[in-house]
Nanobody, 120 residues
Framework: QVQLVESGGGLVQAGGSLRLSCATS????????VGWFRQAPGTAREFVAG??????YYGDSVQGRFTVSRDNPKNLVYLQMDSLKPEDTAVYYC???????????????WGQGTQVTVSS
């Protein structure tokens, strides 16, 4: 069974940084786009960033602050989050899609999520 597993969430002060990791199988890693989404209580799931091979793309609210990258030998996708703001507080999910997309419904595999809390 293909799984995606996130790690690296936690509590950080505003202006600080965190790096999230998403581990998946080699097949998924090489054939799918991997995206990061977030969801705060009472809100819709929001696209944050995505990567497929060497192409990256970002949501407007994190452009210039977050960086998505991949470690091919380890089948890991990272989300480096800098200059964090309280409004970045959410559960962060990684997900896989057969093609590049920003829409949650296009992603067929999901991790369990990791909590990120940014204090003011």
């Amino acid at each position: 069974q293909v799984q995606l597993v996130e790690s690296g969430g936690g509590l950080v002060q505003a202006g600080g940084s965190l790096r999230l990791s998403c581990a998946t199988s080699g097949h998924t890693f090489s054939t799918h786009a991997v995206g990061w989404f977030r969801q705060a209580p009472g809100t819709a799931r929001e696209f944050v960033a995505g990567i497929r091979w060497s192409s990256t793309y970002y949501g407007d609210s994190v452009q210039g602050r977050f960086t998505v990258s991949r470690d091919n030998p380890k089948n890991l996708v990272y989300l480096q989050m800098d200059s964090l703001k309280p409004e970045d507080t959410a559960v962060y999910y990684c997900a896989a899609s057969p093609h590049i997309s920003r829409l949650p419904q296009d992603f067929t595999l999901w991790g369990q999520g990791t909590q990120v809390t940014v204090s003011s």
